[in-house]
């Protein structure tokens, strides 16, 4: 089973802003001694949450005007102008200045505007109490945080709303690698949903690519829930925005906080009830016909370097022997690699007080993302409550003769997973 190895060392990751100021003439011009033509911006760092105050030095003026692409404002004819920016990259802004002598010239400064990122550890936060990527609200707020509690204390977060379809917009710079996923907490008090994530890249500009959709569980309708979607088809692409869209198509307000970039949460997971089965522990395994192995598939869920295997025969067992009595909202975990897309399986519990007796368990249903990698499904314990169990029957391939790996078996009321 994974375990956490979260380091609290900070650094802050800051891109340098280039400003370049270009001269662009018609003609050439021999200014008059009363004429001077001098512009400029007063930073060489523009960050997107932040302005930048352009002004003109020029003397001899008859007329001005200032042109900002993508800019508030995007044209002005003051000496000198406040402009923000909403995408980052390269803007070359404009000032054309006519003088008392009759003649017009151009000036352009090219001004890169970026953001910066803050990595925490193994995570790159993008939106938390003192982080806010350039946050962009279409309609939504920033306000205080309507009900801390342990998974979210923060002082403030966002509010989307109140308007269908309502957009919070981020802005970092960042390629997802292997196994990251993006991780956000989200309070749901309307219970509505789902919402929708969407991502844009560097390289394809005002192109939206898909991210997901976010869809809550009943916990978020009084606390505040972390979760995670994967990152796996976006690798090798520089993120640029984040496009949530948290209450999808209701008009209610949905709170979001801590949005991040990483393999692992900040949230300590849940330590299980009881750990079954996983790398350093076997629960006195017995095998029918199978046997341990090494993991065929490393990845992201399961990087263990043994499993259990199951076959070469139907209906091949593999048994565990733990002491468990379940109790409420318990559930068995465990992690599949069924590399020939069989099933499906089943699972049959004994109980101390009834030996040699078979308890149903359930048929174990894998879907198609288990023929590539590791995959972590449960079982409601439920109908087993109070009983103490001294042994589970793992059958997972059912009547099929090929191999199913199994692992990371514990009991439980939430995965460990982040």
Known sequence: ???????????????????????????????????????????????????????DYSTGVVSRLWTFPGGI?????????????????????????TFSDGITETKEILVEVITDVVVIGDQTYVYNETISSGLFLADGSELANPNPDSVNNSENCVASGPSNWSQIQYFPTYIPESCDKIFFSIYNPDNVGPGQIQFEYTSD?????????????????????????????????????????????????????????????????????LAVYDEEIASSIFFGDGSEVANPNSDCINNSEKCAASGPSTWSQIQFFPIYTPVNEDKIFFSINNPDNVGPGQIQFEYTSDPGVWQWGGNLEYDVDALTSWVEYSLDMSSHLGNEINKIIFIPAGNSSSIVYVDNIYFGPRSVLP
Do not use: R
């Open 1 to 55: 089973m994974k375990t956490k190895n979260i380091k609290m060392k900070t650094k802050i990751l800051t891109i340098t802003l280039v400003l370049t100021v270009l001269l662009g003439c018609e003609e050439t011009h021999t200014y008059p001694d009363e004429i001077v033509f001098d512009s400029d911006v007063s930073s060489e760092q523009v960050n997107i949450e932040e302005s930048a105050v352009f002004t």
């Open 205 to 273: 500009p005002g192109v939206w690519q898909w991210g997901g959709n976010l869809e809550y569980n009943i916990d978020a309708v009084t606390g505040w829930v972390e979760y995670s979607l994967d990152m796996s088809s976006h690798l090798d692409n520089e993120i640029n925005k984040i496009i949530f869209m948290p209450a999808g198509s209701s008009s209610s307000i949905i709170y979001a906080d801590n949005i991040y970039f990483g393999k692992e949460s900040v949230i300590p997971s849940p330590e299980p009830s």
């Open 73 to 97: 404002p995007s044209t002005s004819s003051e000496q000198e102008v406040e402009v923000s920016f909403s995408d980052l990259g390269f803007v070359t802004c404009t000032i054309e200045n």
